[in-house]
């Protein structure tokens, strides 16, 4: 028995002396998700808890071009075309035309048409006018207030950012290759005195400088888009604030009319029967008399032969 406890005893002690010579023992390194280099989570303690920072990605400029296209749509500032347009409810169509032109003005606008025309049962009208795109929410709200009530309202943004972003890569890479054409017929001028060679070469300098033309009038109508924004409003008369009688109205004018009318088939009617005189009967005098005279011609021929004796 005693045998047996000291055997437990030593096995106890030994095991005790395993663990704490494990426990002294350095760390196996381990391999973090980011590469060799980085400490692990028990280095960092033992360093005063100090992380280490991931690995940098590598700079933008050896990143793909599409990366690079991808990275400036990102960063560029967003460019909406906003358009907007109203269907209004309006007192006065003309007056209320007046008042959105002055609006526009006020907040830095113009005006590009209006139309004013009268409907019978009033005076219609239409305005489009362009504000700063800041301005734009507020143009709607100032026109809205001019309403009796609002039948229809639309706001539309169309984000032109990536378009815009694409025609300035375009345009850079134009440029560049421009430039180079332009060393290049530099170089041939110097080494050849061929003509076509040097026409050659402007040719494609003047293809180029088409493409950036185009390129960099597209960018302005784009930009031109972005920064003044479009609202269209139409004007229908409301027909409760219209009067029952439409001023203007005078009774001498209608008479004077009315006998004018008069006159005027007066007029028609004596023409009609001048014209029957002068042209209708003669023509049937003249289809006439060879009828009569035809007729006449029988009549004696039949009368002869019944007057005739019989053999």
């Known amino acids: 028995m005693n045998t047996m406890r000291r055997w437990w005893k030593w096995l106890a002690i030994l095991t005790v002396g395993l663990a704490i010579l494990a ?6 390194p381990q391999r973090s998700l980011y590469g060799e280099g980085i400490t692990t989570s028990s280095d960092q303690s033992a360093r005063g808890g100090q992380v280490a920072a991931p690995p940098q990605q590598p700079p933008a400029a050896e990143q793909p071009s599409s990366d690079n296209a991808a990275l400036d749509v990102a960063t560029t500032e967003r460019m909406i075309v906003l358009t907007g347009s109203l269907s209004m409810v309006v007192k006065d169509a003309a007056a209320t035309i007046d008042q959105i032109k002055k609006v526009a003005g006020d907040l830095g606008g113009y005006v590009v048409a209006s139309n004013a025309f009268d ?6 009208g239409s305005i489009s006018f362009r504000v700063p795109a800041d301005k734009f929410y507020l143009a709607m709200d100032l026109c809205k207030a001019l309403a ?3 039948r229809n309202e639309n706001t539309n943004g169309q984000d032109v950012t990536e378009e815009y972003t694409d025609l300035s890569a375009r345009l850079r ?13 530099a170089t041939v001028r110097q080494r050849s005195d061929k003509a076509e060679d040097i026409l050659a070469v402007y040719r494609e300098i003047t293809t180029i400088r088409g493409q950036i033309e185009q390129l960099k009038g597209r960018m302005q109508v784009l930009e031109r888009s972005t920064a003044m924004s479009s609202i269209q409003v139409e004007l229908i008369p409301d027909v409760t604030a219209q009067p029952i ?9 209608t008479l004077r009319s009315s006998f004018r009318i008069l006159v005027d088939a007066l007029q028609w009617l004596v023409d009609a029967l001048i014209k029957l005189v002068v042209i209708v009967l003669p023509i049937l005098l003249l289809i006439a008399i060879p009828i009569v005279a035809l007729i006449l011609i029988v009549r004696w ?11």
Not at 245 to 253: H, I
Request: include cysteine.
């Open 119 to 124: 409907a019978g049962e009033g005076v219609r």
């Open 301 to 311: 021929l039949s009368r002869r032969r019944k007057g005739s004796p019989r053999s």
């Open 23 to 28: 426990g002294c023992a350095p760390a196996a």
């Open 245 to 253: 009688s439409q001023p203007g109205w005078r009774p001498g004018d």
């Open 173 to 185: 890479n134009l440029e560049a290759t421009e430039t180079e054409l332009l060393e290049l017929l």
């Open 148 to 150: 009796v009530r609002v």
